[in-house]
T-cell receptor, first 115, second 112 residues
Framework: DTGVSQDPRHKITKRGQNVTFRCDPI?????LYWYRQTLGQGPEFLTY????????KSRLLSDRFSAERPKGSFSTLEIQRTEQGDSAMYLC?????????????FGPGTRLLVL | GESVGLHLPTLSVQEGDNSIINCAYS??????FIWYKQESGKGPQFIID?????DKRQGQRVTVLLNKTVKHLSLQIAATQPGDSAVYFC???????????FGSGTRLSIRP
């Protein structure tokens, strides 16, 4: 399978704990995006990388959130001191610069539940 | 605030009929409008997009219509099948920001 993969698919944690999610994009894609989706809503943009450079961050991405893409391939999203309001689906997507840029390919997501 | 919004949160159609899902947008600066399909437990899947300088685009069993005068977008699915059951999102894309802004989604259910 050469699609976008995310790990883990599900995460349950207690409030105050740190969590880290991983995303592996489609191998030749140089752009990688993180979104958050709450129940009944569309995905909300969090941040975007081109290669290893983080080019944009949403105001939704508080100081407790950090994302990295150290070698321009996989990416990690870390949430520190989780809160119940962080419970959501975290989606990763990738695309290739030069293609129709709206054609982002999404992974299956990591569903986070903070107790 | 949200720049795209769907007219109805749910839509039920008879199998074999055509489905029409409507969406309104507010920002005239979008470069593309995009429709995504999201099945339960999966990430959104790209269906079709349309450039802002076009009125109509057709794909396999799907047609997107764009009316810039009234800032309205629609997705038409021909001969709706059970596999079309999903939540459909309209979204717009700003190339200056390289991000997609999603609407809130319409859940399409199919009656046998």
């Amino acid at each position: 399978d050469t699609g976008v993969s995310q790990d883990p698919r599900h995460k349950i944690t207690k409030r105050g704990q740190n969590v880290t999610f991983r995303c592996d994009p489609i191998s030749e894609h140089n752009r990688l995006y993180w979104y958050r989706q709450t129940l009944g809503q569309g995905p909300e943009f969090l941040t975007y990388f081109q290669n290893e450079a983080q080019l944009e961050k949403s105001r939704l991405l508080s100081d407790r959130f950090s994302a990295e893409r150290p070698k321009g391939s996989f990416s990690t999203l870390e949430i520190q001191r989780t809160e119940q309001g962080d419970s959501a689906m975290y989606l990763c997507a990738s695309s290739l610069a030069g293609q129709r840029q709206g054609t982002q390919y999404f992974g299956p997501g990591t569903r986070l539940l903070v107790l | 605030g949200e720049s795209v919004g769907l007219h109805l949160p749910t839509l039920s159609v008879q199998e074999g009929d055509n489905s029409i899902i409507n969406c309104a947008y507010s920002n005239s600066a979008s470069d593309y409008f995009i429709w995504y399909k999201q099945e339960s437990g999966k990430g959104p899947q790209f269906i079709i997009d349309i450039r802002s300088n076009m009125d109509k685009r057709q794909g396999q069993r799907v047609t997107v219509l764009l009316n810039k005068t009234v800032k309205h977008l629609s997705l038409q699915i021909a001969a709706t099948q059970p596999g079309d059951s999903a939540v459909y999102f309209c979204a717009d894309f700003y190339s200056s920001a390289s991000k997609i802004i999603f609407g809130s989604g319409t859940r399409l259910s199919i009656r046998p």
